[in-house]
């Protein structure tokens, strides 16, 4: 068995040159997902590419145009941003919900998103909030909406040699606010059996003008939902509004049956998630 | 040879130890700098047991590759006694019998430190969060917590 290569690269090229060098090289950014599947014996990279000394993947910047979360930011950090927390209070929710204090000082965004589980917290809150991903890779950048980057569970659109740099996220507007929820059996330390995330924008009068809706657990990738923010948008998000949007999102829902939950009670669930968060986006717009 | 060199700082000291790039800080510590107070439990990030201190965050050490420490700064559990003189929560560990084997001690103690550093004034659904993420198998949870609750007092008391 060949040692397993460490290497540090302090730039996004000099990461991307290691990484087209060695298709079989493993980027490391928390580990919180990479070394316990390495652990059980499901990964063996050749080596281990550790992105943390890359200034650029750990750096947070808010102006006004918006967010940039480097994508090796560990979890605890974002939870930490005074700012990040009163723009993204739905974003922080399903951060602060990864794993324990320990796996939020390791545990970064870009690593959530990458590992791609479809029950991954953080997808949801990305999704609604109109995140981009900065891919590097040997032929330059590009960006994707984040909706697209996974493609199936543990799947994503990254070729070899690329590199998830950061994630953006546009400055919610006036009159808006995110939510997320998900639902788990205890009150810590497990994996959602569905959660659900949402942002909208409500006029002065209460009208909702601009609505997203994103669900996760529920299907092989956490799922933008049109329809459900169609049944907000033009309404008061009055009780069958908000009845309409839970609908929109339990019919747009492709579970399975598993441990943790069954397809119909995950559709049902994934449903009252979608109200509830509807809710709270609500309140939080009323009470700023 | 594929053997890496790090130097490092724990608990105050420069050290330097060589490891293999797959290995991880929690067996560096223990295996080759001779820390044997870092517990291993789970070895997968569950249970808490191998908390250490690095660059000011609480991180599972079996989840941090040990090359990873190099320029880093790094504490453990035999980095929070005061030479001979035990740490308020040492203490109040001992006073409250919140512990039994002691497997997961260093882990609470660790943890326990990380979040008096941040927030001295702790409420006990705030200590409770905070430590959801370390096991104990044997004592339960209450000592514990009434522990760090007691040595948080003491640690704001002494400072007044």
């Known amino acids: 068995m060949s040692a397993i290569r460490y290497e540090a690269p302090q730039s996004v090229a000099q990461a991307v040159g290691l990484m087209a060098a060695d298709p079989g090289a493993s980027i490391i950014a928390g580990g919180t997902d990479l070394l316990v599947q390495f652990r059980g014996g499901v990964k063996r990279p050749s080596a281990f590419i ?27 950090e974002i939870c930490e941003h005074a ?12 951060v602060h919900l990864i794993g324990s204090t320990q796996i939020q000082g390791r545990g970064t965004v870009g690593g959530n998103l990458c ?56 400055r919610p507007g006036p009159r808006t606010a995110d939510a997320y929820l998900r639902l788990i059996p205890r009150t810590e330390m497990d994996i959602a059996v569905a959660g659900a995330g949402v942002s909208l924008t409500l006029d002065a009068r209460g009208t909702c003008t601009d609505a997203r809706v994103a669900i996760g657990a529920v299907s ?8 459900a923010a169609e049944a907000l948008i033009g309404t008061s998000v009055d009780r069958a509004a908000v009845a309409r949007a839970a609908e929109a999102a339990s019919a747009a829902a492709r579970p399975i049956d598993d441990k943790r939950g069954t397809i119909a009670y995950r559709r049902k669930v994934v449903g009252v998630l979608t109200s509830r968060a509807v809710t709270i986006a609500v309140d939080r717009v009323k009470g700023r | 040879m594929d053997t890496i060199r790090v130097q490092t700082t724990i608990n105050g000291e420069a050290v330097e130890f060589l490891c293999e790039g797959h290995e991880t800080l929690l067996t560096a510590l223990r295996d080759r700098v001779g820390l044997t107070g870092t517990k291993e439990g789970c070895a997968t990030g569950d249970c808490g047991a ?6 000011e965050r609480l991180v599972p050490s079996c989840l941090v590759l ?52 941040a927030n001295p004034n702790p409420t006990e659904t705030e200590v409770r969060y905070w430590l959801a993420g370390n096991l104990c198998r044997c004592t339960g949870y209450d000592k514990i917590i009434r522990a760090v609750l007691d040595a948080a007092d003491h640690m704001r008391r002494s400072q007044a």
């Open chain 1, 115 to 170: 590992n791609a589980s479809p029950a991954a917290d953080t997808t949801c809150a990305l999704i609604v909030s109109r995140a981009h991903c900065v891919i590097a890779g040997t032929r330059g950048e590009r960006t994707v909406a984040v909706e697209d980057f996974c493609t199936g569970p543990g799947k994503t659109l990254l070729q070899p040699g690329e590199l998830l740099v950061a994630l953006r996220l546009p």
């Open chain 1, 83 to 94: 700012e990040i927390r009163r723009l993204w209070p739905g974003l922080v929710e399903a």
């Open chain 1, 220 to 227: 092989p990738t956490a799922l933008l939902v049109p329809a």
């Open chain 1, 50 to 76: 550790d992105v943390k000394r890359i200034p650029e993947l750990t750096s947070i910047t808010l102006d006004a145009s918006g967010l940039r979360l480097g994508a090796a930011t560990p979890a605890a």
């Open chain 2, 66 to 117: 040990a090359p990873e420490a190099e320029g880093r700064t790094i504490t453990t559990i035999e980095g929070i006694a005061n030479g001979s003189g035990l740490h308020p929560l040492q203490q109040a560990f001992l006073t409250h019998s919140a512990l039994q084997c002691g497997v997961c001690t260093p882990g609470f103690i660790v943890a326990g430190k990380a979040l008096l550093d």
């Open chain 2, 50 to 55: 191998c908390s250490v201190i690095m660059s």
